[in-house]
């Protein structure tokens, strides 16, 4: 495994962002605080939550990730193509071509729409997603899927195209969850009885009442190259929100 950049004790107390050295970063690269990126993993306009991690060989392009999120082995987003138009090919869009075959676009076309991921998502090994979708809170995606469309929150699915295996919870369960919204709060280390999801809720609702967990503050760093290396800059995005 190659090195992790640990981004913490140099710039101030509470910070936890570990960055593998042989990760390519590119484009506007934003990390909340705690995250982790693993190695070999190729990211450009980039933005993950809290407590999130990404998994080493991963290739992701244009893509907001939520908070709690697992992103397996060898995830990649994929560009897409016109398949309408008369042809598929980018030429005549993007200079594909060097000298007397370069070629200046004539028409537009959004190869990499923006993707977005909700919070608590699981998204397994080898997993490919067409970029420009969105997947819910509390999805997993099965191990080799790809997906070609929308995923509604805390749906299970899988398969090639990836198809609804079952939801996660009960329809009640799932409306308790999205009420709570317990991805706003730093839950590490809070006695909560994670194997039962009501009763989780449950525990949660009272410890929220009672003043012993409080909500993650939304603390963004951009990342950016400095001189032969790179380093993190505190920023407030736009959207700095928890959805």
Known sequence: MSQLLNFGGGMSEGISIQVSKSATISGRVYLENPSRILQNVDAMNLQI????????RSILRNISIGRYCSIGDGVQTLSKHPVDFLTSSPVFYEDVFSGKFSNSKTH?????????IG????????????????????????????VTKDVPPFTIVGGVPAKVIRMRF??????KIQSAKWWEYNLLGADIAWQDPDAALTDIRRMVQDGAILKHAVCF??????GTGVALREVKLPDSSVA
Not at 170 to 175: P, Q, V
Not at 221 to 226: A, G, L, N, S
Request: proline share 2%.
């Open 119 to 146: 919070n608590d998502v699981w998204i397994g090994a080898g997993v490919k997603i067409i970029s420009g979708i969105s997947i819910g809170d509390g999805c997993v995606i099965g191990a080799g899927a790809v």
């Open 221 to 226: 760093y951009e990342m950016y190259k400095q």
């Open 108 to 116: 537009d076309f959004e190869k990499i729409p923006d993707t977005k």
């Open 170 to 175: 009960s329809a009640a369960t799932i409306e």
């Open 49 to 56: 939550g809290a407590f999130s991690y990404i998994s080493a």
